[in-house]
């Protein structure tokens, strides 16, 4: 069935530095991917998307790009800010399954 | 305007008692969703009704049953509470899958 990996956390980083969040996934067929953001407290936002191979999702500073070839949809941000600190989860929707199944999440927390 | 909206926000009942939590969209979305989301963060699917029909029904005891009066709403029930129903739940909808889906804010329940 689908099933999408990715990193552990948590991901220490100080303001300004690069982010990178892995993320790859199992599906048969062409599934659409997401990352969402879970913020303190707060319900789940989407953050961006790919809807097949080679596009790039992007949003808010944040990149993501689908590889079919890979199975990846890594998440960058050239520059993080304290405001970004968060749970991002990384999502598949179809192949197999018509259901938006997430990974485990990452927490990310930006020192000043 | 809430898109899609969860009441209450916070819940808090003794063990065994009969609760329920309520979810609407104005989004226009044909289908409807509850996730729920335990103390680690991780996310699964409970129940998918499309457009007041159930189409997804995951492994979760009989205790839970959601109902759908309309494509707009999306109740769900939960009977004889246990301490493991302890988490947040989500609601959610989608017009196509595939372009992602809509959270609302959750509801955390703490059974005591």
């Known amino acids: 069935g689908n099933s999408v990996t990715q990193m552990e956390g948590p991901v220490t980083l100080s303001e300004e530095a690069f982010l990178t969040i892995n993320c790859t996934y199992t599906a048969t067929g062409y599934p659409s991917l997401f990352w969402y953001v879970q913020y303190p407290g707060e319900g789940l936002q989407l953050l961006l998307k790919?809807?097949?191979?080679?596009d790039k999702g992007s949003n808010k500073g944040f990149e993501a790009t689908y590889r079919k070839e890979t199975t990846s949809f890594h998440l960058e941000k050239g520059s993080v800010q304290v405001s970004d600190s968060a749970v991002y989860f990384c999502?598949?929707?179809?192949?197999?399954?018509?259901?938006?199944?997430f990974g485990t999440g990452t927490l990310l927390a930006v020192q000043p | 305007d809430t898109a899609v909206s969860q009441t209450p926000k916070y819940l808090v009942t003794q063990m065994g008692n009969d609760k329920s939590i309520k979810c609407e969209q104005n989004l226009g979305h044909d289908t409807m969703y509850w996730y729920k989301q335990d103390s680690k963060k991780f996310l699964k699917i409970m129940f998918s009704?499309?457009?007041?029909?159930?189409?997804i029904n995951e492994t979760v005891p009989n205790r839970f049953s959601p109902k759908s009066p309309d494509k707009a709403h999306l109740n769900l029930h939960i009977n004889s509470l246990e301490l493991g129903d302890s988490a947040v739940y989500f609601c959610?909808?989608?017009?196509?899958?595939?372009?992602?889906?809509?959270f609302g804010s959750g509801t955390r329940l703490t059974v005591v």
């Open positions: 999502a598949l929707y179809g192949g197999a399954t018509n259901k938006l199944i």
């Open positions: 790919a809807t097949k191979a080679d």
């Open positions: 009704y499309n457009n007041k029909e159930l189409i």
């Open positions: 959610a909808s989608s017009g196509a899958g595939i372009y992602g889906y809509t």
